[in-house]
């Protein structure tokens, strides 16, 4: 445990000199004592110490300064630290203002100089302030903080950011929780910058965008080598996979993230039908269990980092990053996966992170608290989200265009609702409009077999809508279906300009899309089985693929 502080301030150096010396020859074993002769030093000292989360114990003040006296200055000093004791060092002259500041600074001592000799006159005093101290003192959070407002879209994109790549942190909401002001304070953060992140050192980031958060928690953007065997663009279950075979047989093999590893599965609440986890295990653990796996193997992660276009040269394939820089590889493996479609309702853009959510009902669950929340969509990842909220909100709403659950859900999903309470299905019910000033507070539900309306109040509306493949930024490199799912294998010879695109004697390997040595794997294949299992399969399989086209280039 790090050792709590005790901080002298007194203007007079001589005293200061006294009762630092003989608070350290006393406590040094179990306190850091720290003194000053400038109480303006000691308030930026105690902002600093709230910023790393240290514990102070004890302020002892000299009453008479020139900059403030010791009253102001414990009173300053219990603003950010409430439950520290307090001991003012007076002259028998200063006893008034020592008695007053029993009221002011719930004052818990005063200090009559000189104190000797100590193990009389301080020793005793301060063995008990202490006692007292550490019999209500609770060691708090000490890892990362964010500090902003609950509603802000901005606050929920970090917190976002961070529960997807398992960094522990603590949400405080200055609104709610009287202990963010302090950060707030200590940071000199005006509101209007928030969110505030705390970092675990002390340091701070104001309204951070995700790659100074990333290098701020001591994630990597840049790559390492110049050249790898295979690079994986895409951190869901099926890079995943595909990095831990490519670095457990040995290949130099790289993994790129544009948001937070895990992929679709990361917002997974319980996921059931992972071979091996009778129980069930949430996508968060899945995804920390595989970034370890592959950790230990070698690979090499990016993140956050978007890959943006790949070139070919000379068979080697030349990729271009979002931030502009760029990486060689001589293999490719694309798992880009799919991506939440958008609820096509006016004005909705202006509450995404806000009270419209997508794919976030894991991170916004707590916030929901005793609230109505609407699910639109009645898919197997919308029915898990309704799971995971009903331990928190008072009502679920599942709204669906069908007339049952069971048309469009898996059935242990279906039975599992049906036996909870407060969710209700709500069939043939579409969301027509969404209200609200600054975040969401109502949506208008229609009803599409009776035509009738209504507004309802909504604490939140996560949206499960449905999902396209992460190809866009591909344009017109390969071979892509109608909806952009990548074609691989055979099917490549059903598409016309196949053999134009195709100039190897053999043909496409089964994960290997319409340019050489590029494979796809998982959702964003054309044809896969969309699924965690069939994802991790297609992972591990597209790797065996990747050794063959190397060992024959
Ligand atoms: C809420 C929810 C619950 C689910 N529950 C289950 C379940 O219980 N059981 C089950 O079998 N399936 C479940 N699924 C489906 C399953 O999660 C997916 O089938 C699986 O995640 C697909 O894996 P993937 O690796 O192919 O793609 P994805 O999981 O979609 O991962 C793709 C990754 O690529 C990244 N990416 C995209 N473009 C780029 C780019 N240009 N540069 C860098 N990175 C990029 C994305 O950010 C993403 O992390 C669930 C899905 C959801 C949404």
């Not at 000093?77 to 008034?96: G, H, P, R």
């Not at 976030?360 to 109505?372: K, L, N, Y």
């Amino acid at each position: 445990m790090k050792l709590p502080y005790i901080i002298i301030v007194d203007d007079d150096r001589q005293v200061l000199g006294a009762i630092q010396r003989d608070m350290r020859n006393h406590y040094r074993e179990e306190y850091r004592v720290v003194a000053t002769e400038s109480a303006m030093e000691a308030l930026e000292l105690i902002k600093e110490l709230k910023l790393k989360n240290e514990a102070v114990a004890l302020f002892i003040s000299d009453q008479k300064m020139p900059e403030m006296d010791g009253v102001t200055f414990l009173e300053k000093a219990k603003e950010t630290y409430d439950e520290t004791k307090v001991v003012l060092l007076t002259a028998y002259s200063d006893i008034d203002a020592a008695i007053k500041a029993i009221n002011t600074v719930k004052l818990d001592f005063y200090l009559l100089k000189p104190w000797n000799p100590p193990e009389e006159k301080l020793y005793p005093v301060v063995d008990d302030l202490l006692e007292e101290w550490h019999s209500h003192y609770r060691p708090d959070h000490e890892g990362i903080r964010i500090i902003g407002f609950q509603w802000s879209p901005r606050s929920h994109k970090l917190k976002e950011f961070l529960s997807g790549n398992l960094v522990p942190f603590l949400w405080m909401d200055v609104e709610s929780n009287a202990d963010a002001e302090k950060y707030v304070a200590s940071a000199n953060a005006p509101h209007s910058s928030l969110p505030l992140v705390v970092l675990k050192d002390g340091s701070f980031l104001l309204d951070p965008e995700l790659p100074a958060l990333a290098s701020g928690i001591g994630l990597k953007q840049k790559a390492a080598e110049e050249m790898y065997d295979v690079m994986i663009i895409g951190a869901g279950p099926a890079g995943l996979a595909a990095s831990v075979y490519g670095s457990c047989e040995g290949l130099k093999t790289l993994l790129i993230e544009k948001s937070n590893p895990g992929g679709q599965a990361s917002s997974s609440a319980r996921i059931e039908n992972y071979l091996g986890f009778p129980a069930g295990l949430s996508g968060g653990e899945l995804t920390r269990r595989a970034i370890a796996q592959t950790l230990r193997f070698g690979t090499e992660i990016l993140t956050p980092q978007e890959v943006k276009k790949i070139n070919i040269k000379d068979g080697y394939k030349i990729v271009e990053m979002a931030d502009g820089s760029v990486i060689h590889s001589k293999t490719i493996v694309i798992s880009t996966g799919v991506e939440y479609m958008k609820l096509d309702v006016e004005g909705i853009e202006k509450f995404t992170g806000s009270g419209v959510y997508y794919g976030s009902a894991a991170i916004e669950a707590h916030a929901c608290r005793d609230g109505v929340v609407y699910l639109v969509g009645g898919g197997n990842s919308a029915c898990q989200a309704a799971m995971h909220l009903c331990n928190f909100a008072k009502e679920v709403n599942i709204l669906i265009r069908r007339d049952e659950l069971k048309q469009v859900a898996a059935n242990y999903l279906v039975e599992n609702i049906s036996k909870v309470p407060n969710i209700h299905v709500l069939p043939h019910t579409e969301v027509m409009a969404v209200h609200g000033e600054n975040v969401l507070e109502e949506i208008t539900l229609k009803n599409s077999k009776t035509g009738e309306e209504k507004t309802v109040h909504a604490k939140a509306l996560f949206v499960y809508i449905g999902s396209r493949p992460g190809t866009s930024w591909l344009n017109d490199f390969l071979l892509k279906d109608e909806k952009g799912f990548i074609i691989t294998g055979r099917e490549l010879a059903n598409e016309k300009s196949f053999q134009a695109h195709w100039k190897l004697k053999r043909e496409p390997y089964f994960p290997e899309s319409s340019v050489p040595g590029i494979f796809a794997s998982g959702d964003v294949r054309a044809g896969a089985l969309a699924g965690i299992s069939s994802a991790v399969g297609e992972g591990a399989m597209a790797i065996r693929f990747v050794r063959k086209y190397l060992q024959e280039n």
